[in-house]
């Protein structure tokens, strides 16, 4: 083989060997999690179903988007706007 030849050989082993290498790093690797952490709470959109003024409160109804129960908020001005929708807790099963 000549000088040439040993020399690309070299070269192309060293460029194969260092992305292997490279490839490795961006391997999947687990997380860390504490064992105290928090869980993230699910959320779900709830939609305004219906607003009623009862005396100097405003009583805002909402549905779930799972069609679960309806979350209730009240608003203590009676010509308070209740908000179209609003992102709620999902409902443990």
């Known amino acids: 083989m000549s ?3 040993k ?3 070299k070269i192309v082993l060293t460029v194969l060997v260092s992305s292997l290498i490279a ?3 961006f391997a999947a690797a687990r997380t ?3 064992k105290n952490a928090v869980a993230k709470k699910e ?3 709830c939609r305004l179903k219906k607003a009623s003024p009862i005396g100097k409160i ?3 109804r909402y549905q779930r988007q799972s069609r679960g ?4 908020m009240t608003i203590e001005m009676p010509n308070a706007d209740c908000m179209r ?3 709620c807790e999902r409902e443990k099963n």
């Open 32 to 34: 860390y999690v504490p």
């Open 43 to 45: 959320l779900e959109t």
């Open 23 to 25: 490839g490795s790093a």
């Open 85 to 87: 929708e609003f992102q």
């Open 58 to 60: 405003t009583e805002c």
């Open 7 to 9: 020399a690309l050989t």
């Open 69 to 72: 129960k309806d979350v209730f």
């Open 3 to 5: 000088k040439a030849a």
